[in-house]
């Protein structure tokens, strides 16, 4: 297959063009700071349409990740920069697939789980779930998130393809042993006596292993009956207490400072981020895929923690 991922040069971009291209398949990446990789990077904007757009021509499948990361404070500027890049993009791709000749067979667009309602009481599928924004007491930066996910899957929805198929890829976070992802983050906290419960620890971790993701990834494009909007999630959310215990399970480590509600909101400060990115319940299961008889390799956290535990260490050993 040849397989264009616009803003593929981020960890979950590099995660999927590694295993594509690994299985011989032929990738490409669009990118705004291209820089050597194993497989072909293409300059582009993410805005206007360019010579970008010729490598839609015969494609087998797109995968647009493109979107600012959320992992900063939510100022006007970035404000503006987390949405327009995400539905900008969006669009553009959009034309690109629809000037195409031979378009696309599949379109799978980024979202994000954060669509969903911050609760405690059971989990948001595809079906019953609560879409956020109407939670009382939400904080403004909750609620913004939202209001670009909305934002994003609006345009995505209201993009004119007929012949390429549409799938809205509402994913939680995923976790691969790479360098610079959330598992190596949270496994340096944990490794400093840092890995307590945040906040009172009841709020639920949505995530996926990065062999599932891919696994759902490839999943999505044989079915040609399947479209609309699915969560990429493991089929078992946990509260962060748990979440966190097996992390300190998984690596040895007996115990885990808290960090109460209100050094939370200082840290993140002082770090450049925001709060919502720990304290926001996310409980958030793949119903579509369960339904349609996919199966997880790595359906609880425990495991995934000792296996992403395992290769962590032998990737550090092979630098060594």
Known sequence: MKIVIPGGSGQVGTILARAFHGEGHEVVILSRNPRPAPWKIVTWDGVTIGDWSDEFEYADVVINLTGRSVNCRYHARNRREILDSRVLSTRAV?????????????????????????????DNDEATGILGGSEPNAPDTWRFSIEVAQAWEREFDQALTPATRKVALRSA???????????????????????????????????????????????????????????????HPL?????????RQAWGVPFGLPAPRWMLEIGTRLLGTESELVLKSSRVVPARLL????????????EAARNLRQRSRASRAALT
């Open 94 to 122: 959009s034309a690109a697939i629809s000037r195409a000749l031979h378009p696309p067979k599949i379109w799978l667009q980024a979202s994000t789980a954060t669509i969903y309602a911050h609760r405690y009481d059971a």
């Open 173 to 235: 976070m995923t976790m691969s042993p790479d360098a610079g992802g959330i598992f190596a983050t949270l496994s340096n906290l944990v490794r400093c006596g840092l890995g307590g419960p945040a906040g009172d620890g009841r709020q639920f971790v949505s995530w996926i292993h990065e062999e599932d993701f891919i696994r759902a990834i490839h999943w999505l494009i044989e079915h040609d009956d399947f479209s609309g909007a699915v969560n990429v999630a493991a089929p």
């Open 239 to 247: 509260p962060y207490a748990d979440f966190m215990r097996a992390m």
């Open 291 to 302: 339904a349609a008889g996919f199966s997880f390799r790595f359906p609880t956290w425990p």
